[in-house]
């Protein structure tokens, strides 16, 4: 494992997420990259693939989104555009940049991963686990940065980790089972 590019990745990433510009806050990388990067170990590990790549990718996959708000409707787009280009220019193996690319390519719930690689469900059930344990955060997006009232904040937030639970594969269920059954019963108002 090259531990130095994920070091550079890691910090220009960081580094894009404490930007004033980032219309997301400082604390998408606490409560939402970091996250990521911890359920794509344990994923990868489970599926036996490549940590490297799983571990770029978590770093990368909203990376688009946090540098410029004008990339987040497309982030997936803009950020493997930008991860192919960041890998390139540190002589990363073009086989490795391959699977990253899709992988962020993929990882939205909007996108069907269900006959995808392992590195894809991978990554979008990383993504969907991190919504899932970290919806103080979400609340946090919804009231805070969406200027939401009540209702309809709870209700995003509700529908979001909806998503997020349809998109995980079965291993990842049994990780965030109990989170998102708390979570559905908190949120879960006049339903």
Not at 70 to 86: C, M, R, T, V
Not at 88 to 117: C, F, M, V, W
């Amino acid at each position: 494992m090259d531990n130095d590019l994920i070091s550079k990745i890691e910090h220009l990433v960081k580094n894009a997420c404490y930007r004033k510009e980032n219309i997301f806050g400082s604390n998408i990388w606490d409560y939402h990259i970091i996250p990521v990067v911890k359920y794509s170990k344990v994923l990868a590990d489970r599926f036996c693939i490549d940590e490297e790549c799983a571990i770029l990718s978590a770093y990368l996959h909203d990376y688009a989104s946090v540098l410029d708000k004008k990339y987040y409707e497309e982030h997936h787009l803009y950020g493997a555009k930008f991860a192919e280009e960041i890998l390139h220019r540190e002589n990363y193996p073009e086989q490795k940049i391959d699977i990253i690319t899709a992988t962020i390519l993929n990882h939205r719930g909007s996108i069907d991963n269900t006959e995808q690689s392992l590195e894809i469900k991978c990554l979008a059930s990383a993504d969907a686990m991190a919504h899932i344990t970290e919806i103080p955060s979400l609340l946090y997006l919804a009231y805070r940065q969406k200027n939401m009232d009540i209702q309809t904040g709870a209700q995003w937030v509700y529908n979001k980790i909806n998503r997020s639970w349809d998109k995980l594969c079965e291993e990842a269920k049994t990780f965030v089972r109990d989170e998102y059954r708390a979570g559905i019963k908190v949120l879960a108002v006049n339903k």
